[in-house]
């Protein structure tokens, strides 16, 4: 091999080496490299609220009391009476108390003109303390958050595991809807008596 094609090869290889190099280099530095600002995803429209009203237990004494809530608006009612009886499982957000266990579940509503039918899980009754006052709380908290919501809808109507109850620990005959009663809520701040749509 002459001189001349000696100094082509070794140019050749020399080349092939820095593309190489440079190949590698790029590799292995992208990992110190800034990385390029993430793109944020278009924002979906905000979601539209609603003010609903829960009613909870008094820690003093045995009443109920109201607290404001807002939740995402919807449409059909069964879904509706759904999601405010949800939020009432939630709990409160101040210093009142629960009136059903936060590990009930809703396992379906119905609709059926002024009633509402809804059905918890075995939890409703399970977890439920007893006593005669808390069992009354617990069931008017249900059907008072419900009414006071829902002006059309007067009654509810209890099912556990999609099964009619007598009762919920004893007390509260639960053979039939459920209308509601206002006379167990106490008006907040001592104003006048909630009366939500009872006559």
């Known amino acids: 091999m002459n001189r001349k094609t000696l100094q082509i090869v070794l140019g050749f290889l020399v080349a092939l080496l820095l593309v190489a190099g440079g190949a590698y280099l790029a590799g292995n530095l992208r990992w110190f490299a800034p990385e390029a600002p993430s793109v944020p995803p278009e924002s979906a429209e905000p979601d539209v609220y609603r003010e609903i009203i829960l009613y909870f237990a008094d820690p003093g004494v045995g009443f109920l009391v109201p607290e404001n809530r807002e939740v995402p608006d919807c449409e059909e009612d069964a879904a509706c009476v759904k999601e405010v009886v949800e939020a009432l499982i939630q709990g409160p957000s101040g210093?009142?108390?629960?009136?059903?266990?936060?590990?009930?579940?809703?396992?379906?509503?119905?609709?059926?003109?002024?009633?509402?039918?809804?059905?918890?899980?075995?939890?409703?009754?399970?977890?439920?303390?007893?006593?005669?006052?808390?069992?009354?709380?617990?069931?008017?908290?249900?059907?008072?958050?419900?009414?006071?919501?829902?002006?059309?809808?007067?009654?509810?109507?209890?099912?556990?595991?999609?099964?009619?109850?007598?009762?919920?620990?004893?007390?509260?005959?639960?053979?039939?809807p459920v209308p509601a009663d206002f006379r167990y809520a106490r008006p907040p701040q001592g104003g006048e008596e909630e009366t939500g749509n009872a006559e």
């Open 95 to 176: 210093g009142a108390v629960p009136v059903v266990s936060p590990q009930v579940e809703v396992r379906g509503v119905i609709v059926d003109d002024e009633t509402a039918t809804i059905d918890f899980s075995r939890d409703f009754i399970s977890r439920h303390p007893g006593g005669s006052i808390s069992e009354l709380l617990t069931i008017y908290g249900v059907v008072n958050t419900v009414a006071v919501n829902f002006p059309h809808l007067r009654q509810v109507r209890f099912l556990v595991e999609g099964e009619a109850v007598e009762t919920l620990r004893g007390h509260i005959g639960l053979h039939g």
